[in-house]
């Protein structure tokens, strides 16, 4: 069907192009004869094509070109008739002789333009006439396409000041006038476009109406263009005749144009002295019209004005820019009270960019939109609507990128409000923008009462708002939210200790809200934090917290025992132990006897009841044995008790080499190099050959149950350990049981029934060179190594 219509169209647009050719045709030749009767005949024929209605706007616009193309031809030969004696008040009056009414308008225009040019009338006067004269067409395309034709045809003969069509003093109101009256019968004609055809063709003809807005707006960028127009002419005049066809139009496309028109051609400080003006039209226009897109582009328009020059701030002052901006758009929802929720945002989310652009000082200001938004959102509960929450991220992201300082934000009372009516996932959201503003700037929050506030901000990522946990969560994108809060948590910081434990004490209330599933993220880089302090109380005399030294950093290590006792409810017994171990070497650090035995207990504690797979058993007992050797706080009896568990354990791992590893490993809990009471030779040698027995165990299993004895590896491992604490001085480790040791590696090697293992192979031939390397080294090392034989192989 719609293509039947378009090959219609193609088809009388076709017929009128060749009528209009064929009577131009005559016409030139008429011209070419200099045979004004004839020229005026064809040309009036000629222009009759133009009354076609069978034309869409777009196959007129083309007709309507060509006819404008001969008709500047026509005009040229009209100047050429009043040079060779033709009065040109004669041409004005028979033209008008035209038999009909479209091609005589047309004609009019063309003849005047010449009249204007001979100077002959005062052009106003024409002007005037041509006018009033174009009412004689009520049809709005071709009336708005004549009509354009005269705006054209007068542009360069207004009589504007500085104009050589410039009459007297009073001509500039004259020029403006003529530009408004002809823009007012426009917007009549195109609004009227609406209403013509059936309903069911309501998208067509908008879509045609949109293509034709242009020819309206031409009057207003005309207008904007003449000299005369000073500031109080357009605060008087020009404004309130516009805004008042706009306003009494009541056309939702032609006030959304023309309102952006008004905004887009017209200078900006012109619109600040007449905000009040502009402003008051607002509220007046339809409901349906896209007020937030109109209304944001003027406050970007006005910031950008701002930002040109210092110099203009001024002026946003004294007319009191803001004040109005904001009490129009409170004007504007209430004259819309079915505006929807993200209409009103992104009038706030602008007037918030401009107040920050223009008065970055007054926070007061910006706190005072974000009031005005709170309000606006009362009662409507958690947002939904994508669109309005997007809008809400924009308006609460501003005041970050302004002042790239979250701590500003901070001091803004109705902030976290808003965030209140978010969605819980765009919450979240906001929350990883704020704390990615914080890294990406190095903001420095340093006082418990800030921190509360940003993690009241952030409380999105730090618990579930709605108390329920979501099994569809993307884990990695969990995982990324809950780093950034670790990162974070790092990142606060003050040199004051007794500030900084109130800031660990805050930091822990809000994550320990948090639910187990966040716990392993969160705890770590708090329990660093807390230890990160203990570290620097070591080193102060005088206690911060108006107690002994020793108090505070208990206080500190019963805060982190409770922080730590959190993971429990995970469970996480791995990292749980890990911590317990930190704590416990960071109360070494402080001479607290008591305090890291509590710790090493609760790892024991851990190690015995929730630590049941075999792997995650021998990297936890490295870890003790690791920890243990470092401490020296403890006494003989504590000591013992906590080395005699660790062997204890050690023995009874799963697998054989995992036993025989952890056994010889805590033959370094009694020789410990720097503390002389901690060297007991004895018990160091009794590890090692509690050792051999489970390789040498280990072997005979292997034997019995694959036929093989298995690698040399435990064997060649534990003879380095005799070398080690024989090279530390350890009387109990001689020449002849490292001598012993290696030809029985020699012996299980040469045997048909060991396994291969190049490893092995080559770390044992890697230790044969080491005591070679050491023989020849000469001195008294050479000496100690002098008896030990190795074999050339």
Not at 121 to 139: F, N, S, T, Y
Not at 447 to 474: C, P, R, S
Not at 570 to 597: F, K, M, S, T, W
Not at 786 to 791: A, L, N
Request: proline fraction near 3%; charged fraction near 25%.
């Amino acid at each position: 069907m719609m293509t039947g219509v378009a090959d219609d169209e193609d088809k009388w647009l076709a017929a009128g192009i060749a009528g209009l050719q064929q009577n131009a045709f005559y016409m030139h030749r008429a011209m070419d004869s200099n045979n004004l009767r004839d020229a005026l005949k064809y040309s009036a024929q000629m222009l009759s094509e133009l009354r076609t209605s069978k034309l869409s706007p777009h196959k007129y616009y083309e007709l309507y070109m060509r006819a404008f193309d001969e008709l500047r031809k026509l005009e040229m030969f009209f100047k050429e008739e009043t040079r060779r004696g033709c009065s040109i008040v004669d041409l004005y009056e028979l033209v008008q002789h035209a038999g009909n009414i479209l091609p005589r308008l047309y004609l009019l225009c063309t003849v005047g333009s010449v009249y204007i040019k001979s100077k002959e009338a005062p052009a106003k006067d024409i002007l005037k006439d041509l006018v009033e004269m174009c009412r004689g067409i009520q049809h709005p395309l071709r009336g708005l396409f004549l009509r354009s034709y005269l705006s054209q045809l007068s542009r360069d003969k207004l009589p504007d000041i500085g104009s050589e069509y410039e009459g007297d003093a009073d001509t500039i109101t004259d020029a403006v006038e003529f530009v408004i009256q002809n823009f007012t019968e426009m917007n009549k004609l195109w609004v009227r476009m609406q209403h013509q055809g059936p309903a069911r063709e309501k998208e067509k003809r908008e879509k045609e109406r949109s293509e034709l807005r242009d020819l309206v707006g031409k009057n207003l960028h005309v207008l904007s263009q003449i000299e005369g127009i000073d500031l109080d002419m357009y605060k008087d005049t020009v404004l309130p005749r516009v805004l008042e066809q706009v306003v009494n139009c009541k056309d939702e496309i032609a006030q959304y144009y023309l309102m952006d028109c008004i905004i887009q051609v017209f200078p900006d400080e012109y619109h600040l002295q007449t905000l009040e003006i502009l402003l008051g039209a607002f509220p007046q226009l339809q409901a349906s019209v896209d007020i937030k897109t109109v209304l944001s582009q003027l406050m970007e328009r006005l910031a950008s004005y701002a930002a040109l020059s210092s110099e203009v701030l001024p002026e946003f002052l004294q007319v009191e820019a803001f004040s109005k901006l904001n009490s129009a758009i409170g004007k504007v929802i209430e004259a819309q009270p079915d505006m929807p929720v993200v209409g009103a945002v992104t009038l706030y989310s602008s007037l918030l960019k401009f107040s920050l652009h223009v008065h970055p000082d007054r926070l007061d200001y910006a706190d005072q939109v974000l009031g005005s938004c709170v309000k606006q959102l009362s009662g409507k509960g958690k947002i939904e609507d994508s669109k309005a929450t997007k809008q809400i991220v924009a308006l609460l992201s501003a005041p970050l990128e302004k002042y790239n300082n979250v701590v500003t934000a901070l001091k803004l009372p109705n902030y976290p409000r808003v965030m209140e009516y978010l969605d819980n996932e765009t919450n979240k959201v906001m929350a990883t923008v704020i704390i990615q503003s914080i890294m990406k700037n190095n903001t420095h929050i340093s006082t418990a009462d800030k921190v509360e506030a940003l993690f009241e901000l952030i409380k999105g990522l730090i618990k579930d708002l709605d108390d329920t946990l979501h099994d569809e969560v993307d884990e990695d994108d969990f995982k990324e939210e809950q780093c950034s809060v670790a990162r974070l948590i790092q990142m606060l910081h003050n040199e004051d200790p007794e500030e900084m434990f109130k800031i660990i004490c805050v930091v822990k209330k809000h994550i320990l809200t948090g639910g187990p599933k966040r716990l392993s993220f969160t705890v770590p880089p708090l329990v660093f934090s807390s230890l990160k302090l203990v570290r620097q109380l070591q080193g102060q005399d005088e206690n911060p917290f108006g107690d002994e030294e020793s108090t505070s950093t208990k206080k500190i290590f019963q805060l982190l025992n409770q922080i730590v006792e959190a993971l429990s409810s995970i469970p996480a017994p791995d990292l749980a132990l890990r911590l317990y171990l930190q704590c416990a070497e960071a109360a070494n650090d402080c001479d607290l006897e008591p305090v890291a035995y509590e710790f090493f207990t609760q790892a024991y504690i851990i190690y015995e009841e929730e630590i049941s797979d075999s792997r995650a058993q021998v990297t936890a007992m490295h870890l003790i044995i690791g920890t243990l050797q470092r401490m020296h706080v403890f006494g003989v009896e504590n000591r013992d008790t906590l080395t005699h568990k660790a062997t204890g354990y050690s023995a009874k791992l799963l697998k054989k080499p995992d036993q025989c590893r952890a056994v010889y490993a805590c033959s370094h809990l009694f020789w410990v190099d720097d503390q002389d009471n901690l060297k007991d030779g004895e018990r160091v040698l009794l590890c090692l050959k509690r050792g051999l027995r489970i390789a040498n165990a280990a072997q005979q299993m292997s034997n019995a149950t694959r036929g093989s004895t298995g690698s040399v590896m435990l064997f060649v491992e534990i003879l380095n350990k005799y070398i080690y604490f024989f090279e530390k001085g350890n009387p109990q480790i001689t020449i002849a049981s490292i001598q012993s040791l290696m030809e029985l590696i020699t012996s299980e090697m040469q045997s048909d029934s060991t396994t291969q293992d190049p490893a092995a192979d080559a770390f044992f031939a890697s230790t044969l060179r080491y005591i070679q390397f050491q023989k020849q080294k000469g001195g008294a090392i050479s000496e100690k190594y002098g008896t030990i034989k190795v074999s050339d192989s």
